[in-house]
């Protein structure tokens, strides 16, 4: 009897919810995960954040530059204050990005055509710093086709947050200093490094996605937009800091 894709989907959801818990990465046939749809790889990523029975307390959000905007959500025990101590367990691979994050005072309210800058505008009410620490559950890690890497709920291990800038709306995104420091060397600096440089618009179409989906922002919510640094990777006793103009550093040390 053929395996039906739901049942693809919930067994590749359950091997994902043991590595999350510390089983070993998953090893799956690459050309199912090249099969995957964005329909199952959203399936699958649903069913991993209900099974882990965690919160989700945020998201990350990306466009891609052939249009495609991906998302996932990020759960409570993934989203840590800084300065922040992590164990490997947790950092896995060791990926570090510095990013903006924003953060939902309440629930965005479409308009009769659905969301408008306006309307998230008004639903923020700050912004900080934040180092996103990037991790695999597949065992082919970062050479992951994207909707797998969007069941892996978009290869987030961690987010760890500054303090939050109320000031963000006199902020040039787009043009934005930014300094990614490992040990206190600087591996990466830019001004307007993040490759849309409009955020705002990002969260634009990023609520109306999830709109259609039938999600909505919910006030407390974390999302955070992209890396101003590219991808960089640290090691186990490596302390790093996230510096942008305007915002308090962030830091995370990789036990």
Same mark, same amino acid.
């Given at each position: 009897?053929?395996?039906?894709?739901?049942?693809?989907?919930?067994?590749?959801?359950?091997?994902?919810?043991?590595?999350?818990?510390?089983?070993?990465?998953?090893?799956?046939?690459?050309?199912?995960?090249?099969?995957?749809?964005?329909?199952?790889?959203?399936?699958?990523?649903?069913?991993?954040?209900?099974?882990?029975?965690?919160?989700?307390?945020?998201?990350?959000?990306?466009?891609?530059?052939?249009?495609?905007?991906?998302s996932a959500p990020i759960v409570k025990n993934r989203l840590?204050?800084?300065?922040?101590?992590?164990?490997?367990?947790?950092?896995?691979?060791?990926?570090?990005?510095?990013?903006?994050?924003?953060?939902?005072?309440?629930?965005?309210?479409?308009?009769?055509?659905?969301?408008?800058?306006?309307?998230?505008?008004?639903?923020?009410?700050?912004?900080?710093?934040?180092?996103?620490?990037?991790?695999?559950?597949?065992?082919?890690?970062?050479?992951?086709?994207?909707? $797998?890497?969007? /069941?892996? %709920?978009?290869? @987030? &291990?961690?987010? !760890?947050?500054? #303090?939050?800038? *109320?000031?963000?709306?006199?902020?040039?995104?787009? $043009?934005?200093? /930014?300094? %990614?420091?490992? @040990? &206190?060397?600087? !591996?990466?600096? #830019?001004?307007? *490094?993040?490759?849309?440089?409009?955020?705002?618009?990002?969260?634009?179409?990023?609520?109306?996605?999830?709109?259609?989906?039938?999600?909505?922002?919910?006030? *407390?919510?974390?999302?955070?937009?992209?890396?101003?640094?590219?991808?960089?990777?640290?090691?186990?006793?490596?302390?790093?800091?996230?510096?942008?103009?305007?915002?308090?550093?962030?830091?995370v040390t990789f036990q």
């Open positions: 009897m053929s395996i039906t894709a739901d049942e693809i989907s919930w067994a590749i959801a359950q091997k994902l919810v043991a590595a999350h818990r510390g089983a070993n990465r998953v090893i799956v046939d690459p050309l199912t995960l090249e099969a995957l749809s964005r329909v199952q790889a959203l399936n699958i990523q649903r069913e991993v954040v209900r099974a882990l029975a965690v919160p989700v307390v945020g998201w990350k959000v990306a466009a891609l530059p052939d249009g495609d905007l991906i840590l204050p800084s300065p922040a101590s992590i164990r490997p367990a947790i950092y896995g691979l060791g990926g570090v990005e510095c990013e903006i994050a924003f953060r939902f005072a309440r629930e965005p309210v479409p308009g009769r055509e659905g969301f408008r800058k306006e309307h998230i505008v008004e639903a923020i009410d700050g912004a900080c710093s934040a180092v996103e620490v990037v991790d695999s559950r597949w065992a082919t890690t970062f050479s992951t086709p994207r909707n $797998a890497m969007i /069941a892996d %709920l978009l290869s @987030n &291990g961690a987010l !760890v947050v500054g #303090s939050v800038n *109320g000031n963000w709306r006199d902020v040039a995104f787009g $043009a934005l200093g /930014a300094r %990614l420091g490992i @040990n &206190g060397r600087t !591996v990466c600096q #830019s001004t307007g *490094g993040h490759p849309g440089g409009d955020l705002i618009g990002l969260l634009v179409m990023f609520a109306n996605d999830l709109r259609k989906q039938g999600i909505v922002l919910r006030p *407390g919510e974390i999302v955070t937009t992209g890396s101003y640094t590219g991808f960089h990777t640290a090691s186990p006793g490596d302390v790093i800091v996230a510096e942008f103009d305007g915002f308090s550093p962030v830091s």
